[in-house]
Nanobody, 124 residues
Framework: QVQLVESGGGLVQAGGSLRLSCAAS????????VGWFRQAPGKERDFVAT????????YYADSVKGRFTISRDTVKNTVYLQMNSLKPEDTAVYYC?????????????????WGQGTQVTVSS
């Protein structure tokens, strides 16, 4: 069992930056693949980025590649999502999730544990 708590969301102007944090308790994060997803109003929850357990390989959705960076601090048991060059279309509730599967996990069904979400709003 693992509990996830996101933080770091807020309101930012287009072109700005935010760093989201996902803190885990209960079990060490290194045993999980951790992903970030986002959900805009009236839309499905979409994959954003993932960092694979053990090796730390990362993978990004095309829409955020080159702008977002996912990273992991094993000492703090926290995963981060650094978001730069933000656009209005990045506005959504951002969720972190943890799964025990191997490989690149892109679907919401691949993840067993979810945080409560943090709102990111990008103004134009």
């Amino acid at each position: 069992q693992v509990q996830l708590v996101e933080s770091g969301g807020g309101l930012v102007q287009a072109g700005g930056s935010l760093r989201l944090s996902c803190a885990a308790s209960g079990r060490t994060f290194i045993r999980f693949t951790v992903g970030w997803f986002r959900q805009a109003p009236g839309k499905e929850r979409d994959f954003v980025a993932t960092i694979i357990q053990s090796g730390g390989t990362t993978y990004y959705a095309d829409s955020v590649k080159g702008r977002f960076t996912i990273s992991r601090d094993t000492v703090k048991n926290t995963v981060y999502l650094q978001m730069n060059s933000l656009k209005p279309e990045d506005t959504a509730v951002y969720y972190c999730a943890a799964g025990t599967g191997w490989g690149t996990l892109l679907a919401t069904s691949d993840y067993a544990y979810w945080g409560q979400g943090t709102q990111v709003t990008v103004s134009s």
